[in-house]
């Protein structure tokens, strides 16, 4: 069965087994296209990998702030502050606020400590 066939069939009201097979067989297409599309990373995705891995080798105990960090790896302050909100959700970095002179109140990102487990 066609596509046209379905949908005209569809429009006329009669729906046959071969219409419930065809629905199902595209249905189960389209899950199937969406769980490989899911699974794939996009190339922004990709592209921001090199760049997390340098925030991550940046990023130290101490609170520091996105523009400090943008300076840092070469990228603009926008571009840091999205990255970091990605590392703050994977639990990778810490978000806090700290005061400024002349700026007032600052979202600053730390590494996660990694405390050593007690036996």
């Known amino acids: 069965m066609t596509n046209r066939e379905f949908y ?5 009201g009669t729906i046959t087994e071969e219409m419930v097979e065809h629905a199902k067989a595209a249905i189960l ?3 199937e296209t969406n769980e ?3 699974n794939k990373p996009s190339k922004t995705a990709v592209a921001n990998e090199p760049i997390l891995a340098q ?3 940046t990023l ?3 609170p520091t702030i996105a ?3 943008a300076t840092a790896c070469g990228i603009s302050t926008q571009k840091a502050s999205a990255l970091l909100r990605q590392l703050v959700n994977s639990g990778v970095a810490v978000q806090s606020e700290v005061k400024l002179p002349k700026k ?8 996660v ?3 050593p487990c007690e036996a």
Do not use: F, P, Q
């Open 60 to 62: 130290t105990a101490e």
């Open 8 to 12: 005209t069939a569809v429009v006329n």
């Open 36 to 38: 490989k599309r899911k």
């Open 113 to 115: 400590a990694n405390e």
């Open 55 to 57: 925030i991550t080798a």
């Open 104 to 111: 007032g109140t600052v979202k600053a990102y730390a590494i």
């Open 29 to 31: 297409k389209l899950d």
């Open 67 to 69: 523009s400090d960090i």
